[in-house]
């Protein structure tokens, strides 16, 4: 029987890399092991059991809410306004438009919870930018590539309900533990490039923006605000438990409308288009939940998921062993799956032998995300360097991922500052 959790495990991996959807992907071979192993009546019985109990946990209607506030903000012109405020106080420094780009991206990220929303909205808006004053395309575009992998670490995030869905471990807590981890690596990246401005000739700009007037400073404040109250709004909510992530979703929806209509910006176009961009989003990770599901209830009858947890566990690898390998199995994962790919096929048979190692499920949560950010600007597959790569068509594939290498590498040196020291993550929590 583990044979054929093996078998399916190597045939998911080929129809995900054979560019067959990760939803139906896991569908099928989910609902064709379970047929295989009982039979088709059990395992009509298993996936509408799987429809049923996933599509009425309440938390799940987080997803489509944060997913429409993220559309709702880039069509207010917020996000434009967020890289405007972070050029005009950061522009001073070496390289300062591409570390006013990193700090949007955090901010948008903030607010958004997606690493490919925050990639193609900054992207389309930046990009042109950094090109204009004369930032070599390589950094351009690999802090961009590298920027938006924060809209996935900083609350809200998509992917933490996703993993907090997938090993019940509390949502609120995931998101306030991603706090000071986010803007950590934020730091991080601007020093990487304030440190390849003064290295790499013609990396930095022609001498970057006119510097402001201070009044202009904080006139660029006032743009930004709506972003800072609903981000400070939020996680203030979740850490003294006023309301759930659930919750805090439905209201961030409802304060980006008000600031939205207030300003003028939102047509009905506009709530048109993000309500059908969020609807297909949030059907596409309901499929790959359910999909998730069904196949992880199937290597588990197979004896699969037991046996790999047994192994590593006989290996007796001790904390650091155990980190330093789940690190490279998520590089080269990263090489050939996308994000869901990863964690679907990873954290059924992980989360339980880091328990076993003792632990912290919310710190395993948040390195976990880490590592998998490291897989969204990796070669081959690195979605978000293929989403700039729509952005700067003009700049080869090979540039744009050599240009993330110096970003992969500082967040290489945070997982490992991270293991270490895990109240980086934890504290807050606690």
Request: proline fraction near 5%; include cysteine.
């Amino acid at each position: 029987m583990i044979s054929i959790g093996g078998i399916a495990f190597i045939l998911l991996i080929g129809m995900i890399i054979a560019g067959i959807p990760i939803g139906l992907s896991l569908l099928a071979v989910g609902i064709g092991g379970l047929a295989l192993v009982g039979s088709l009546e059990t395992a009509m019985t298993q996936t509408t059991l799987a429809l049923w109990s996933e599509g009425t946990k309440f938390v799940l209607i987080a997803i489509p809410f944060y997913i429409l506030m993220g559309n709702l903000i880039y069509h207010t012109g917020i996000a434009r306004n967020l890289f405007r405020a972070a050029s005009y106080w950061l522009g001073w420094l070496p390289g300062g438009m591409a570390i006013a780009a990193i700090f949007a991206c955090a901010g948008f990220g903030a607010v958004s919870g997606s690493s490919t929303a925050t990639s193609r909205t900054m992207g389309a808006i930046i990009i042109p930018e950094l090109r204009r004053y004369g930032y070599a395309m390589p950094l351009a575009t690999g802090v961009l590539s590298s920027s938006g992998t924060l809209g996935i670490l900083i609350p809200p995030s998509i992917i933490m309900i996703f993993y907090g869905l997938m090993t019940e471990t509390s949502i609120g807590d995931l998101f306030l533990a991603g706090v000071v981890p986010g803007l950590i690596i934020s730091i991080l990246f601007a020093l990487i490039v304030i440190v390849m401005a003064k290295l790499i000739s013609g990396s930095g700009g022609l001498g970057d923006v006119d510097q402001p007037t201070w009044p202009e400073r904080f006139s660029s404040l006032l743009h930004v605000l709506p972003v800072l109250a609903l981000f400070t709004f939020l996680l203030s909510g979740l850490y003294m438990g006023i309301f759930t992530p659930t919750e805090g979703a439905v209201i961030g929806v409802a304060a980006v409308l008000v600031v939205g209509l207030a300003s003028g910006r939102l047509s009905i176009a506009a709530v048109r288009a993000s309500l059908s961009d969020a609807a297909l989003l949030s059907t596409m990770l309901f499929l790959i939940i359910v999909g998730g599901t069904l196949f992880t209830r199937f290597l588990v009858q197979t004896g699969f998921i037991g046996g790999l947890t047994d192994w590593l566990l006989s290996m007796e690898l001790g904390y650091f062993q155990f980190v330093i390998a789940v690190t490279l199995l998520y590089l080269v994962l990263g090489c050939v799956l996308d994000l869901f790919g990863m964690l679907i096929l990873t954290v059924p048979i992980l989360f339980p032998a880091a328990v076993a190692l003792g632990i912290d499920p919310v710190w395993f949560g948040i390195y976990i995300i880490i590592v998998a950010e490291i897989g969204l600007v990796t070669p081959p597959i690195g979605v978000n360097v293929y989403i700039i790569k729509t952005v700067a068509q003009d700049v080869p594939l090979g540039k744009i991922f050599l240009g993330c290498l110096p970003f992969v590498t500082g967040m290489l040196g945070f997982v490992a500052l991270l293991a270490v020291f895990p109240e980086i993550a934890l504290f807050i929590v606690r």
